[in-house]
């Protein structure tokens, strides 16, 4: 207390030298404790955040640092973990992995445009539309293929797997099957790769009696897959 007095003191122009005489506190007392009360606090929590995040390749959120800190004896609750973060700059940076869903390198026969851009059917089960994705998640990345029906632009069927073999669209369309029950004539359109150019996925198509339909332009030497099976 004598020491903040003196600080209050010292700012109303009257020397250190005489405040401490009255109030009987050593002056070399005095300027250690100011030069104490000057150095910052070091946070342990703050720094062993710190070695956590950049150990991470700086991609870990508050949700994981506080799992890590845990791991290392360190409770603390995800808000402080955030003001943390906020205090020493510390921001995720996600480096998005580039990865190729769609394989037209091939030579196997490719179905029409049907579809040409109809994007929007009076109905339900008249289009549906397929996809291939990756999401990450806990155990890495993985293949997302849905069915989308252009209607109500809900997802009908999905299917999930580490790689992106034939018969993983064959399951999410095997899903949407199950669960809607189309009736033959249902257009089933997608991109020109080579999951769905192949034979199961074909031949699933022709056994519910449905038509295929390709985003992709006729070119000369393309092989459109109505000749291809005729």
Same mark, same amino acid.
């Given at each position: 207390?004598?020491?903040?007095?003196?600080?209050?003191?010292?700012? !109303?122009?009257?020397?250190?030298?005489?405040?401490?005489?009255?109030?009987?506190?050593?002056?070399?007392?005095?300027?250690?404790?100011?030069?104490?009360?000057? =150095?910052?606090?070091?946070?342990?929590?703050?720094?062993?955040?710190?070695?956590?995040?950049?150990?991470? @390749?700086?991609?870990?959120?508050?949700?994981?640092?506080?799992?890590?800190?845990?791991? /290392?004896?360190?409770?603390?609750?995800?808000?402080?973990?955030?003001?943390?973060?906020?205090?020493?700059?510390? !921001?995720?940076?996600? =480096?998005?992995?580039?990865?190729?869903?769609?394989?037209?390198? @091939?030579?196997?026969?490719?179905?029409?445009?049907?579809?040409?851009?109809?994007?929007?059917?009076?109905?339900?089960?008249?289009?549906?539309?397929?996809?291939?994705?990756?999401?990450?998640?806990?155990?890495?990345?993985?293949?997302?293929?849905?069915?989308?029906?252009?209607?109500?632009? =809900?997802?009908?069927?999905?299917?999930?797997?580490?790689?992106?073999?034939?018969?993983?669209?064959?399951?999410?369309?095997?899903?949407?099957?199950?669960?809607?029950?189309?009736?033959?004539?249902?257009?089933?359109?997608?991109?020109?790769?080579?999951?769905?150019?192949?034979?199961?996925? #074909?031949?699933?198509?022709? !056994?519910?009696?449905?038509?295929?339909?390709?985003?992709?332009?006729?070119?000369?030497?393309?092989? #459109?897959? /109505?000749?291809?099976?005729?």
């Amino acid at each position: 207390m004598s020491y903040q007095l003196i600080c209050l003191l010292q700012q !109303k122009a009257i020397p250190v030298q005489q405040s401490c005489r009255v109030l009987e506190v050593s002056r070399s007392g005095f300027y250690e404790a100011r030069s104490r009360l000057a =150095k910052p606090m070091i946070c342990k929590t703050s720094t062993h955040l710190r070695a956590a995040f950049m150990a991470s @390749h700086q991609s870990y959120g508050s949700r994981r640092l506080v799992t890590a800190l845990e791991a /290392q004896g360190i409770q603390v609750g995800r808000y402080r973990v955030r003001c943390l973060m906020r205090q020493a700059g510390l !921001k995720p940076v996600w =480096k998005r992995k580039f990865i190729h869903t769609t394989d037209s390198k @091939h030579n196997l026969p490719i179905a029409a445009n049907i579809l040409d851009r109809q994007f929007n059917p009076v109905a339900p089960n008249i289009a549906w539309v397929g996809d291939i994705t990756y999401i990450r998640t806990g155990s890495g990345w993985l293949y997302l293929a849905i069915v989308l029906d252009l209607f109500s632009r =809900k997802v009908v069927g999905w299917a999930m797997a580490p790689s992106m073999p034939a018969e993983l669209v064959c399951t999410a369309l095997h899903m949407a099957i199950q669960q809607r029950q189309p009736e033959p004539g249902l257009i089933v359109h997608s991109d020109r790769g080579s999951q769905y150019v192949c034979g199961q996925y #074909q031949a699933l198509l022709v !056994k519910h009696g449905f038509v295929c339909s390709m985003s992709v332009r006729a070119t000369v030497g393309t092989m #459109q897959w /109505q000749n291809a099976s005729s």
